[in-house]
């Protein structure tokens, strides 16, 4: 079955240093979506992406959808002791009902760690 | 505003018994998922409601059944548990492609 992969597993960086996680599928993707998870608590929506080649960014953020639509990335840039958390990546290839996403696919996420 | 609710927030149970979760949707939103996480792991799709039915499921056993009532509330069944069951039950509810996670439920199967 469609399976989405995320590495690195985990990465510890200094604060003030850069963060990229990566993520590829298996199948070619309606869109992508990213998501937070802090320790203990629960997926926060951070962004999709639809277009193929999409670049998106929030504040120190950048998110990118490949032109194949089977890969992405999130990048920050300057780390911040907030940033800590799992940061997901989940892949949709159909449509989901009503205003709903589908069945959405998840990588097993990048554990970032900061050291102030 | 409420946001998504969930409950109860932990359960212990033993292998065999049968538990029922329960979740509110954020105020607007008609479609509900459930979603799987165990430890360590990101969250695998259980299955999806929308106007009262089961819409999408994804890759677990009949064990595993819900319900979606009038007010869009949901429930999700599973029977027979086993060790293996332990895990944060996640919902979440969407509108426009955002997805809204609630915080939970964490199941302790002994």
């Known amino acids: 079955g469609q399976q989405v992969m995320q590495i690195p597993q985990y990465q510890h960086v200094q604060e003030g240093e850069d963060f990229t996680t990566y993520c590829n599928s298996s199948?070619?993707?309606?869109?992508i979506q990213w998501y937070k998870q802090r320790p203990g608590g629960h997926p926060v929506f951070l962004i999709q992406?639809?277009?193929?080649?999409e670049v998106k960014k929030q504040k120190r953020l950048t998110f990118q959808f490949g032109e194949a639509k089977k890969n992405s990335s999130l990048h920050i840039t300057a780390t911040q002791t907030t940033d800590v958390g799992t940061y997901f990546c989940?892949?949709?290839?159909?449509?989901?009902?009503?205003?709903?996403?589908?069945?959405?696919?998840f990588g097993k996420g990048t554990k970032l760690s900061v050291k102030p | 505003d409420a946001g998504v609710t969930q409950s109860p927030t932990h359960l212990i149970k033993t292998r065999g018994q049968q538990v029922t979760l329960r979740c509110s949707p954020k105020?607007?939103?008609?479609?509900v998922s459930w979603y799987q996480q165990a430890l360590g792991q990101g969250p695998q799709f259980i299955f999806q409601?929308?106007?009262?039915?089961?819409?999408q499921r994804g890759n677990f056993p009949d064990r595993f059944s819900g319900h979606q009532f009038p007010n869009y509330s949901s429930e999700l069944n599973v029977n027979a548990l086993l060790l293996g069951d332990s895990a944060l039950y996640l919902c979440?509810?969407?509108?426009?492609?955002?997805?809204?996670f609630g915080p939970g439920t964490r199941l302790t199967v002994l």
């Open positions: 979440a509810s969407s509108f426009r492609n955002e997805q809204f």
């Open positions: 199948t070619t993707l309606s869109n």
């Open positions: 992406l639809v277009k193929s080649g």
């Open positions: 989940a892949g949709a290839n159909q449509g989901g009902y009503g205003g709903s996403q589908g069945n959405l696919i």
């Open positions: 105020s607007g939103h008609d479609t």
């Open positions: 409601y929308y106007e009262e039915e089961e819409r």
